[in-house]
């Protein structure tokens, strides 16, 4: 119902940036927020970042605040993470999720809909 594809990652030394984009297309209008997550290699499944369509609100988790920032173009079809001074920890493959709840999730459980992820490596 809700189709979503990553694209923007990649290998980047420590230090450097890098912008995530998330195309949304499909039924979005049922979709309230947006999120970002990322799992690495033997690890659970964290969050990142979300955004309501409507751009009001945003949450950021802790380890990337100060670093990291969700937003989302005027048409309300894709959604950003612009993620700077990155770090070998950064790396992880990066999901993009979509979420019907009235507010914004921060649980793998908000979302219902993912993308199929893309590839983040930051060398030391």
């Known amino acids: 119902q809700v189709q979503l594809v990553e694209s923007g990652g990649g290998l980047v030394q420590a230090g450097g940036s890098l912008r995530l984009s998330c195309a949304a297309s499909?039924?979005?209008?049922?979709?309230?927020?947006l999120g970002w997550f990322r799992q690495a290699p033997g690890k659970e499944r964290e969050f990142v970042a979300a955004?309501?369509?409507?751009?009001?609100?945003?949450s950021h988790a802790d380890f990337v605040k100060g670093r990291f920032t969700i937003s989302r173009d005027n048409a309300k079809t894709t959604v950003y993470l612009q993620m700077n001074s990155l770090k070998p920890e950064d790396t992880a493959v990066y999901y993009c999720?979509?979420?019907?709840?009235?507010?914004?999730?921060?649980?793998?459980?908000?979302?219902?809909?993912w993308g199929q992820g893309t590839q983040v490596t930051v060398s030391s």
């Open positions: 999720a979509a979420g019907a709840g009235p507010l914004l999730s921060t649980a793998v459980a908000g979302y219902n809909y």
């Open positions: 499909g039924r979005t209008l049922n979709s309230n927020y």
């Open positions: 955004i309501t369509w409507s751009g009001s609100f945003r």
